[in-house]
């Protein structure tokens, strides 16, 4: 059974804006997946959606095998969300919060869980602080331990490390690895490469309410660092065998095509020039292309 089950899921605004669109998405238990794209793609729908905040339009939703419609009590149970907005001026105290919001899932009270929770986030020293009071990088971990105050299976964090500084976003990503650890599956929106990078087991791409790409990290890390190296001869019978056993490029009439990874390899493309001005094998055209998926990557980080 997975995590999350979405099949053929579409979104229309009531104003007729498609948000998203036939969006088929599993994911894995225990895994860290992570959405990623630029704003206004349809992250932070496509979570408020998985949570029963938003209303689809079309498709169905399972959460740990639950539909999130008909079984809603028990599907928001085992979820916690860290929402993109973080509420700021409560006078509220921070163990207040918690010891609330865990009781509107009807866990019985546990000082000692919530007090765990507000030490592995280095908040416990501001347990009985007013939230207004606490500094912007505090309060947004005291959100995640509400999500967190009545022991969810799954944590949604919509963009967790927006506007955060390095160190924080660094702390954060150490604990959403230590969560893991623990058996809570993760699901983070971002629009930053490298949080994905950093953190995810899979990559989710959207764009413009489309899953673009669902992919596992180490798979898509490759496929980024893929370059073309597209060379046109003068003459057509050239032999070019030992060159081709060297390089084991593709050849296809008087065209080369060298696939090569930029990141583990990046003077293969100088040291293919030389061998072949070496053996005077003329060219007339060259030409470089980056992977599709960094293309893919590059369009959608520009704003
Ligand atoms: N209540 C709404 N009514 C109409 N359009 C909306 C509403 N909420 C969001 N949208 C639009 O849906 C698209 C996706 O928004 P959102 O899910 O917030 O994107 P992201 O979180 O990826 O930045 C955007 O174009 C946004 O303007
Ligand atoms: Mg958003």
């Known amino acids: 059974m997975h995590a999350i089950e979405i099949k053929k899921l579409s979104k229309s605004y009531n104003n007729g804006f498609k948000a998203l669109k036939n969006i088929n998405l599993s994911v894995k238990k225990g895994e860290i997946f992570a959405l990623l794209g630029p704003n206004g793609a349809g992250k932070s729908t496509l979570i408020n959606i998985i949570c029963g905040i938003t209303k689809y339009s079309a498709g169905k939703i399972k959460v740990f095998g639950f539909d999130n419609i008909l079984n809603y009590k028990r599907t928001r149970e085992s979820i916690g969300l860290v929402p993109q907005e973080i509420a700021t001026d409560s006078f509220e105290k921070v163990i207040n919060t918690l010891e609330f919001s865990r009781g509107l899932f009807n866990k019985i009270p546990s000082t000692d869980y919530l007090d765990g929770v507000l030490r592995s986030l280095n908040l416990f020293e501001k347990k009985n602080n007013q939230i207004r009071t606490l500094s912007g990088g505090m309060k947004r971990r005291v959100m995640i331990a509400k999500a967190l105050s009545h022991e969810p299976k799954i944590l949604f964090l919509d963009e967790p490390t927006a506007g955060v500084d390095v160190n924080l976003r660094k702390t954060l990503w150490k604990y959403l690895y230590n969560l893991k650890k623990k058996g809570v599956t993760i699901f983070l929106t971002t629009h930053y490469i490298e949080e994905a990078e950093k953190i995810a087991d ?19 890390l490759e496929k ?4 073309e190296l597209i060379i046109t001869l003068e003459k057509k019978k050239i032999d070019l065998s030992l060159l081709k056993k060297k390089y084991g490029f593709n050849l296809n009439g008087n065209q080369i095509t060298l696939k090569y990874d930029f990141k583990k390899k ?19 055209d060259i030409e470089t292309k980056k992977s599709n998926l960094e293309e893919i990557f590059t369009n ?4």
Do not use: P, Q, W, Y
């Open 266 to 284: 990046k003077r293969i493309a100088s040291n293919f020039l030389n061998d072949l001005t070496k053996n005077s094998i003329k060219f007339t």
């Open 202 to 220: 899979r990559i989710g791409v959207i764009n413009d309410g489309k899953l673009v790409i669902i992919e596992e990290k180490k798979k898509l």
């Open 300 to 303: 959608l980080v520009r704003k």
């Open 224 to 227: 980024l660092g893929e370059k």
